[in-house]
T-cell receptor, first 115, second 111 residues
């Protein structure tokens, strides 16, 4: 089954404790992206990747890191989480990043709480 | 950054009625997409309409695009309780690869 998976689905952590949220897709998609969703603010893009070893900042990259060493995986790293990073996080992928064919497939979400 | 804005923010209807949601955006686009999100879950792609198209259908969904007014509408006909969800429009930005999402319309369909 074609899908985007994220782990963990739920995470409660403390300020400053490094964490990684994994994302994997099995559709051989070139493009992958991370979003955060907050009430009243909609979805905002954190980082995206056009292909292996190619990443770029989205609208709200501060406090996050990503890497794309393999095509299928795109982990999101919070080196020193803070309470303002409490949010619902989504990973998404699409076949390409080209504007003509960029329907995105979303993972189920990771609800992160930083205390 | 360019952003789609949905209207209304919330819509409550009875089963069997039609639901119409609107999206406005600011700059030129290559395509516009609509997504659905059930509470707290991942977004699901519904339909994509290209800038040279004016109307597109998919099952009970009808999307229109008016590039002169920079607006789109999503019509769901004969709504069902299972259509209860948030609906987002997304536009491709000025950059090569990013989609920018609006804040969504929350649709409640009561039995």
């Amino acid at each position: 089954e074609a899908q985007v998976t994220q782990n963990p689905r739920y995470l409660i952590t403390v300020t400053g404790k490094k964490l990684t949220v994994t994302c994997s897709q099995n559709m051989n998609h070139e493009y992958m992206s991370w979003y955060r969703q907050d009430p009243g603010l909609g979805l905002r893009q954190i980082y995206y990747s056009m292909n292996v070893e190619v990443t770029d900042k989205g609208d709200v990259p501060e406090g996050y890191k990503v890497s794309r060493k393999e095509k299928r995986n795109f982990p999101l790293i919070l080196e020193s989480p803070s309470p303002n990073q409490t949010s619902l996080y989504f990973c998404a992928s699409s076949r390409t990043g080209k504007r003509t064919s960029n329907e995105q497939y979303f993972g189920p979400g990771t609800r992160l709480t930083v205390t | 950054s360019q952003q789609g804005e949905e209207d209304p923010q919330a819509l409550s209807i009875q089963e069997g009625e039609n639901a119409t949601m609107n999206c406005s955006y600011k700059t030129s686009i290559n395509n516009l997409q609509w997504y659905r999100q059930n509470s707290g879950r991942g977004l699901v792609h519904l339909i994509l309409i290209r800038s040279n198209e004016r109307e597109k259908h998919s099952g009970r969904l009808r999307v229109t695009l008016d590039t002169s007014k920079k607006s789109s509408s999503l019509l769901i006909t004969a709504s069902r309780a299972a259509d209860t969800a948030s609906y987002f429009c997304a536009t491709d930005g000025s950059g090569y690869s990013t989609l920018t999402f609006g804040k969504g319309t929350m649709l409640l369909v009561s039995p």
